[in-house]
């Protein structure tokens, strides 16, 4: 019985433990063991295209310039106000800073993938910038609404506020992180659940 019961609990912490696709194995995996298309030439360690473990800013110990609200053009009307977390998003996939952009005396090198030009690209100027899909580009009206505020209660076509999974709202606002997150690839596109049937979609709005 004792067996047995080991046995259980070694099968739920297996399901725990893989459910997620990490970083090692996804998109976000910029380093030499990444895809080659989007492999660095010479950088082996994964998490410093985003973090470092000294002399990081703010509270993740960031690794990366970040660009500003003002360098994004966003739907007219909105108010949309970026805040510090989607705008680490975009300091990759704004398409414009170079995704060795790294503020912690780091180098990678992106020759072969540039080459490729699939997945990242030269920008012109011989930095490495994101091409393809990961472009969102500086231009964000065509894209979900992100450094807005969540509608007020009773919206039409919206769920109220205190319906919705406040995680899911930065500061009462909608961000990056209300629908992806960058660790865990598991729901595909970095998604914090499954959207089948728009399931995660149906978080917020009502039909």
């Known amino acids: 019985m004792n067996f047995l019961k080991i046995m259980i609990v070694a099968f739920i912490f297996s399901v725990f433990a893989f459910g997620q696709i990490s970083v090692v194995n996804s998109s976000h995996n910029l380093s030499s ?27 993740v110990l960031w690794n990366r310039d970040n660009p500003v609200t ?49 997945i990242i690209g030269d920008d012109g100027s011989g930095n490495p910038v994101l091409v393809g899909s990961g472009n969102i580009g500086t231009n964000l009206r065509n894209d979900h609404p992100v450094g807005v505020d969540y509608p007020i209660d009773g919206t039409p076509r919206f769920h109220d506020a205190i319906d919705v999974d406040l995680a899911q709202l930065i500061n009462s606002k909608v961000a990056c992180a209300s629908c992806h997150d960058p660790h865990d690839s598991q729901f595909g596109a970095f998604l914090i659940a499954s959207n089948n049937g728009s399931a995660l979609c149906l978080d917020c709005h009502d039909r």
Do not use: W
């Open 33 to 59: 063991s990444g895809p080659v298309a989007q492999a660095s030439d010479d950088q082996d360690r994964i998490c410093v295209f985003c973090h470092t473990p000294h002399k990081g800013s703010e509270d």
């Open 70 to 118: 003002g360098d994004f053009l966003v739907r007219a009307g909105t108010g949309a106000i970026l805040e510090e977390g989607s705008l680490k998003c975009l300091s990759c996939h704004d398409g414009a800073t170079a995704v060795n952009n790294l503020v912690n005396g780091t180098t990678a090198d992106f020759t072969t993938a540039m080459g490729i030009g699939t």
